[in-house]
């Protein structure tokens, strides 16, 4: 079983919708969880983190995480075309190591 | 301010090659990460640091050996490259893991035929 899962889609989402995103985790033992964000041919580059259970606001962007149920999501908001991209989820194991999923591509339709 | 700089951007290798991706940062963190991303697919992890002289395995780390002399470089050694290790390797750094960001270099892209 991989560390972190997350549907690799592609999903498709019209502009002003909620897209939504998620991604499970198997080690019990991590305890923070973050959403990336990767343009084609680029680096990833952070959106938001979220280490206690509940819902993260940042803007457009909510993260939820459950640890009961080991799983972590990602609404976006009123979407966006500049949205569209490969989201990946990642978890920070033990010893540091920063864990990542197999990324979800979205595509917002104008 | 040069964040994360990885050499080279592109290479192309032979079957039984070996060489070496340079990583080096100027923001003086304590934690490196080696990272090789396959097309359409997300980031493993081949190994990690987290301060000159610790390194560690991550989930990919057969065919490749790092070192980690000083805080600022953290070379990725490739021997006897093989088409399986044709992929784009991101080298990032971070001083806060529990906030997750991670600084990345622009990648390097390497095809082994």
């Known amino acids: 079983q991989k560390e972190v899962e997350q549907n690799s889609g592609p999903l498709s989402v019209p502009e002003g919708a909620i897209a939504s995103l998620n991604c499970t985790y198997s080690d019990r033992g991590s305890q923070s969880f973050f959403w990336y964000r990767q343009y084609s041919g680029k680096s990833p580059e952070l959106i938001m983190f979220i280490y206690s259970n509940g819902d993260k606001e940042d803007g457009r962007f909510t993260a939820q995480l459950n640890k009961a149920s080991q799983y972590v999501s990602l609404l976006i908001r009123d979407s966006q075309p500049s949205d569209s991209a490969t989201y990946l989820c990642?978890?920070?194991?033990?010893?540091?190591?920063?864990?990542f999923g197999q990324g979800t591509r979205l595509t917002i339709n104008p | 301010n040069a964040g994360v700089t990885q050499t080279p951007k592109f290479r192309i290798l032979k079957i039984g090659q070996s060489m070496t991706l340079q990583c080096t940062q100027d923001m003086n963190h304590n934690y490196m990460y080696w990272y090789r991303q396959d097309p359409g697919m997300g980031l493993k992890l081949i190994y990690y640091s987290v301060g000159a002289g610790i390194t560690d395995k991550g989930e990919v780390p057969n065919g490749y050996n790092v070192s980690r002399s000083t805080t600022e470089d953290f070379p990725l050694r490739l021997e006897l490259a093989a088409p399986s290790q044709t992929s784009v390797y991101f080298c990032a750094s971070t001083q806060k893991t529990n906030t997750g960001e991670l600084f990345f270099g622009e990648g390097s892209r390497l095809t082994v035929l």
């Open positions: 990642a978890a920070k194991g033990g010893a540091q190591k920063l864990v």
